[in-house]
């Protein structure tokens, strides 16, 4: 398997490849512009030659004065050693040529398009002859005597100092955009390596995290704007993590607190018993005790497996329709006798259904009454109000009368083993794991639960949406 590229290396070959394909477009732009412009000098010289040419002919009024043309012309071309000119009279004999004239046959044959001015020309052609490279056009032209044909013009140029220095040219551009390739490549790498700096910078930063380290954070202000939500959903991430790790870390504390209780109550009875001689009535005595705590140790294992579950998204409620002012009125009556001694009141308002899992549901309302009945003074009262008006949801609460809880205990409530009033850890029957079970319940049923606390009263919401 191939080692993925560094960005470093990707965004140099994207930044090279780019700068090359722009530099070699250029190039040949370039090259295409300074041809181009040679031609058309070239092609401007000859059309003007052409013009002389005709001029000279158009001024020929009798047959006797075409001998006269050869001398006109000479006179009018010296200083233009590069250009042949040739004139193939009516009768196909040449009536003029240059010395040392160069021409292709083809330029002698009949043109084949016409010029702006509705002459015959020939398309100009490019040819090599004697080692030496042309360019040249062949025309018609008139003559100022009266009934006869036209002549034939053939004009080139020799333009092999343009080729020589569009070699030299196209050289020295090759090779000026060879150096620029390569310096774009340098300097790509460069910008690519000064542009992730910040990347290192964080992933220092991140080498330097560990559990003892959690609180380090990435400063979203010295960072690139592109990295900034980077930083951002990093430092963000770190924080969900301190505090999964200091939940994770008071709950190994309080769970093997927990622990250490009934076991300690098992080791303290069991040496005791085993002290000194018995009867069968102590020693059923030690066992029945014995028993009570390993009840206790059997439902907080239960709870521990049923979070664990919970957790890892293995507790799949099974659907069914629950009639909540049912399920409320049975556990009305089980906590009735219980109520009543302490001189609680249990009141239902309201009727609504949900779909979920009964058993399931059952144990989570079943942790708010117990829960609420423990924290309700003498002569207060739970009540229970199911609202169902709306279409989208359902809605269940749980109102006790008690102490207020303070702002920075609501949030904590749902936490495992956390007690708003840790003295009251040794006397409470519960493990401090209800409200987690009956929160993972809910949300099991795609629901959520809230709990509000002030001027005396708790409240618990339950919201199902409705299927």
């Known amino acids: 398997m191939m080692n993925p590229k560094s960005i470093t290396s990707r965004l140099t070959l994207f930044f090279s490849t780019a700068s090359t394909l722009i530099l070699l477009v250029v190039g040949l732009l370039v090259g295409s512009l300074v041809e181009s412009h040679f031609e058309e000098q070239d092609l401007m010289e000859l059309h003007g030659k052409l013009e002389l040419v005709r001029h000279a002919l158009a001024k020929v009024k009798t047959s006797s004065e075409l001998t006269n043309v050869p001398q006109i012309l000479s006179d009018a071309l010296i200083g233009h050693p590069d250009l042949s000119v040739a004139i193939l009279g009516p009768d196909q004999r040449i009536l003029f040529t240059t010395p040392n004239a160069a021409f292709a046959t083809f330029l002698l044959e009949k043109p084949r398009s016409k010029d702006l001015s509705g002459e015959s020309e020939s398309s100009p052609v490019m040819w090599e002859q004697e080692g030496k490279i042309y360019r040249g056009i062949s025309a018609f032209a008139e003559t100022g005597i009266t009934g006869q044909s036209s002549t034939k013009v053939a004009l080139a140029i020799n333009i092999e100092h343009h080729q020589t220095?569009?070699?030299?040219?196209?050289?020295?551009?090759?090779?000026?955009?060879?150096?620029?390739?390569?310096?774009?490549?340098?300097?790509?790498?460069?910008?690519?390596?000064?542009?992730?700096?910040?990347?290192?910078?964080?992933?220092?930063?991140?080498?330097?995290?560990?559990?003892?380290?959690?609180?380090?954070?990435?400063?979203?202000?010295?960072?690139?704007?592109?990295?900034?939500?980077?930083?951002?959903?990093?430092?963000?991430?770190?924080?969900?993590?301190?505090?999964?790790?200091?939940?994770?870390?008071?709950?190994?504390?309080?769970?093997?607190?927990?622990?250490?209780?009934?076991?300690?109550?098992?080791?303290?009875?069991?040496?005791?018993?085993?002290?000194?001689?018995?009867?069968?009535?102590?020693?059923?005595?030690?066992?029945?005790?014995?028993?009570?705590?390993?009840?206790?140790?059997?439902?907080?294992?239960?709870?521990?497996?049923?979070?664990?579950?919970?957790?890892?998204?293995?507790?799949?409620?099974?659907?069914?329709?629950?009639?909540?002012?049912?399920?409320?009125?049975?556990?009305?009556?089980?906590?009735?006798?219980?109520?009543?001694?302490?001189?609680?009141?249990?009141?239902?308002?309201?009727?609504?259904?949900?779909?979920?899992?009964?058993?399931?549901?059952?144990?989570?309302?079943?942790?708010?009454?117990?829960?609420?009945?423990?924290?309700t003074p003498n002569g207060g009262s739970i009540n229970v109000f199911i609202d169902h008006s709306n279409p989208e949801e359902t809605n269940l609460a749980i109102e006790n009368s008690g102490e207020t809880i303070a702002m920075e205990h609501l949030s904590r409530l749902f936490d495992r083993f956390y007690r708003v009033d840790p003295s009251r850890h040794k006397t409470s029957d519960g493990a401090g794991l209800g409200l987690a079970i009956t929160k993972s319940i809910i949300e099991a049923h795609r629901g959520n639960i809230q709990v509000f606390s002030s001027k005396g009263t708790t409240r618990f919401k339950i919201t199902f949406p409705n299927c």
């Open 165 to 375: 220095f569009m070699k030299a040219f196209h050289n020295n551009l090759w090779k000026a955009i060879t150096a620029g390739i390569l310096l774009t490549i340098v300097l790509g790498w460069v910008a690519a390596r000064r542009g992730l700096a910040p990347v290192r910078q964080m992933a220092d930063v991140a080498k330097g995290i560990s559990a003892s380290h959690l609180s380090d954070r990435l400063s979203s202000n010295s960072v690139p704007p592109e990295l900034a939500n980077l930083a951002i959903a990093f430092n963000e991430m770190l924080t969900r993590l301190e505090g999964s790790f200091h939940r994770l870390s008071d709950f190994s504390s309080d769970l093997a607190h927990e622990l250490r209780t009934p076991i300690s109550n098992l080791m303290t009875q069991t040496q005791v018993a085993l002290s000194k001689g018995r009867s069968a009535e102590e020693y059923r005595e030690v066992l029945y005790s014995n028993l009570e705590e390993y009840e206790r140790l059997a439902r907080m294992i239960a709870d521990m497996l049923f979070l664990a579950k919970a957790d890892n998204g293995l507790i799949i409620p099974s659907s069914e329709i629950v009639d909540l002012a049912q399920e409320v009125r049975e556990l009305f009556g089980f906590y009735e006798a219980i109520a009543d001694e302490q001189g609680v009141s249990l009141i239902l308002t309201g009727q609504g259904t949900v779909s979920g899992d009964r058993l399931m549901l059952r144990r989570a309302i079943s942790n708010l009454l117990s829960n609420a009945i423990r924290h």
